[in-house]
């Protein structure tokens, strides 16, 4: 079975620094990787997916992931942080074999950028 | 706007009742699934429906039902309810075919059980 682990439930970052989301996967075999953002009352929108083929994303909104098998982890990134960012992300795994509507998600990691 | 729709967007129900959810997936889109969203939490998969069959569940009780009609739009249903079933239920659509397809979530329905 797959799960995933976000390090940290709440951060805080200053807008233009760095965000830097951790995400920890437990799987036998490398999963399929997903990040996804809910902004407050919506649903999930998708930033970016690893399927096996480059180990470094590039989503929307300047985000960016790098798969690292050596250490089961695909962090998000973004360079400089927008009051935009601001909303909470959730870190999913998928099992190369299972749906793509089956999704083992994180507990969340709520981002709020300070001017 | 994802092309997943789902109605109401906040019901309450009491404590016993049964509720009915309703999820329009995105055109095209042959498979839906649930997802309960906790406060707080991360979204916990319900089950899944595959051209009008059940197709995987998650560790949640039998009172916990679905149905996939021949347009491909879903719908759950969650007899007795209890006040632990309060949360944020989202549906998400995907094309089961291919490498490239994502799975697309509506903007979900929050059930308030009192």
């Known amino acids: 079975a797959q799960s995933v682990t976000q390090l940290g439930s709440h951060v805080s970052v200053s807008e233009g620094a760095l965000v830097l989301l951790r995400c920890n996967y437990s799987s036998s075999v490398p999963p399929y990787l997903f990040w996804y953002v809910q902004y407050p009352n919506q649903g999930l929108q998708l930033l970016l997916k690893y399927t096996s083929a480059a180990t470094l994303v590039k989503g929307i909104n300047g985000f960016e992931a790098e798969f690292k098998k050596s250490e089961t982890s695909f962090h998000l990134t973004k360079p400089s942080a927008h009051m935009s960012d601001a909303a909470e992300y959730f870190c999913?795994?998928?099992?190369?074999?299972?749906?793509?509507?089956?999704?083992?998600f994180g507990a969340g990691t709520q981002v709020v950028v300070t001017p | 706007e994802t092309g997943v729709t789902q109605s109401p967007t906040h019901l309450i129900k009491t404590r016993g009742q049964q509720v009915t959810l309703r999820c329009s997936s995105q055109s095209g889109h042959n498979t839906v699934s649930w997802y309960q969203q906790a406060l707080g939490q991360g979204p916990q998969f319900i089950f899944q429906y595959y051209r009008e069959e059940e197709n995987g569940r998650g560790n949640f009780p039998p009172r916990f039902s679905g149905l996939q009609f021949p347009n491909y739009s879903s719908e759950l249903n969650v007899n007795a309810l209890e006040l632990d079933d309060s949360a944020l239920y989202l549906c998400?659509?995907?094309?089961?075919?291919?490498?490239?397809?994502?799975?697309?979530f509506g903007q979900g329905t929050r059930l308030t059980v009192v």
């Open positions: 998400a659509s995907s094309l089961e075919t291919g490498m490239n397809t994502e799975a697309f």
């Open positions: 999913a795994v998928r099992g190369t074999t299972d749906s793509w509507g089956k999704l083992q």
